[in-house]
């Protein structure tokens, strides 16, 4: 089934609004809140924990979490921990991280595709319960087991944008995480890569694809979606805006292209309540459609 969520912005909401920014999604009936984590701003699994605290039918993504900076040992007892908790309304996702900003936290690595390569599989592994072994270029662990594993381990999600992260997120994760700014037919082309390379590996089971798209609602939401697509070209193509019933039919096509579950990005700096409000009710349409 398609679905819907939106996100919280770290860029233009600081930490202080996000507790609102929550319960105004809880309340509205919003299925999905994403967050993510950028150096140096706020801890994602903090924030999720927190969240899923505050309230009983909001489900977290975390479209990423860096794997640079987290040991993947850790950052399996951190999902396992929230799961335990909080069954079935976790979205974890990890990715290579804005590489410049991995430096200054001693965290860069020289091949973002190996890292992913063997550290997806092990956190796999580990919140499958699984014991996990691996003496690779920068994940290496030694008989590790959680003591703690979820019931039901949660979809691990990777981030992916070139065609070679795109391949292997279909090859090592459950699912994919694509960034806002593009338009369906290049959606279209990442998702038939991504479930390729699945199909290639041998994995069987379906690969969830998350998109992120530039919407907005209200007063003036065609210009304020454009402006913030950027200097791509096409940039009506890149982005939705209107009414709850024109975003949903806006968005067919990305659905069309493959995509599972549409997260929008709010333009600019907005009332998060409005735009909440509007992708709720965006989601209650796509739902009965």
Known sequence: MARIGAIFNPYTHSPDEFRDAVLVAEREGLPELWIWEDCFRT???AAATAALAWTEQLRLGIGIAPMPLRNVAATA????????LFPGRLL?????????????????????LTLMSE????????????????????VTLDAVRLDYPPASAPLVYAAAE?????????????GTVLDSGHTPEEVRVAVEAIRGAR??????????VVS??????????????IAD?????????????????????????????????????????IDLADSYAGAAEVARLVASA
Do not use: C, N
């Not at 007892?77 to 335990?84: F, G, L, Q, S, Y």
């Not at 590489?99 to 965290?107: E, N, Q, S, V, Y």
């Open 212 to 225: 992120y798209v530039v919407a907005a609602f209200g007063p003036d939401a065609e210009a304020r979606a």
């Open 229 to 269: 697509v950027g200097d791509k070209p096409d940039p009506a193509e890149r982005a939705v805006w209107g009414e709850p019933a024109e975003v949903a039919e806006r968005l067919r096509p990305f659905f069309d292209a493959g995509v599972d579950d549409v997260v929008f990005l709010p333009a600019s700096r």
């Open 119 to 138: 550290y997806v599989p092990a956190l796999r592994a580990l919140l499958a319960g699984e014991q996990a072994d691996s003496a690779g270029r920068y």
């Open 77 to 84: 007892m951190e999902i396992a921990t929230v799961e335990r």
């Open 162 to 174: 070139g065609p070679k992260t795109l391949r292997l997120s279909g090859e090592v994760a459950d």
């Open 199 to 208: 199909a290639d590996a041998g994995r069987p089971g379906v690969h969830d």
């Open 92 to 112: 974890p996702g990890v990715g290579h991280g804005v590489l410049p900003w991995m430096a200054p936290g001693g965290a860069r690595v020289a091949s973002p």
């Open 43 to 45: 801890s994602a699994f």
